[in-house]
Nanobody, 124 residues
Framework: EVQIEESGGGLVQAGGSLRLSCRVS????????IAWFRQAPGKEREGISC????????YYSNFVKGQFTISRDDATLMVHLQMNNLKPEDTAVYYC?????????????????WGQGIQVTVSS
């Protein structure tokens, strides 16, 4: 059974930073992808970044522009999303997802396994 555990998030002032963490377990083989998405009220869920677990290849959406960085910690088997220079428009529920993805790595429809979501609120 695939399980996804998220942590981090919370309330931060504009210009501040937060780090989200995700641990995925239950995949039989390591050729899966872990991705971060977010969904703001009234908006569609959008992909932020992802990492292929077996070789560490990363992908970012165009809007990230260096503001967010995805990384992995092999000791804890966790993937992190470092978010810097946060703005009020970054306020959203952030989700970690995982699946065997072969093409559209930042399309939420490619993922069947999702975490419960973490609220990130950026105050002005």
């Amino acid at each position: 059974e695939v399980q996804i555990e998220e942590s981090g998030g919370g309330l931060v002032q504009a210009g501040g930073s937060l780090r989200l963490s995700c641990r995925v377990s239950g995949f039989t083989f390591d050729d899966y992808t872990i991705a971060w998405f977010r969904q703001a009220p009234g908006k569609e869920r959008e992909g932020i970044s992802c990492m292929k677990w077996n070789d560490g290849t990363t992908y970012y959406s165009n809007f990230v522009k260096g503001q967010f960085t995805i990384s992995r910690d092999d000791a804890t088997l966790m993937v992190h999303l470092q978010m810097n220079n946060l703005k009020p428009e970054d306020t959203a529920v952030y989700y970690c997802a995982a699946d065997w993805v072969r093409t559209y790595y930042l399309n939420p429809l490619e993922y069947d396994y999702w975490g419960q979501g973490i609220q990130v609120t950026v105050s002005s």
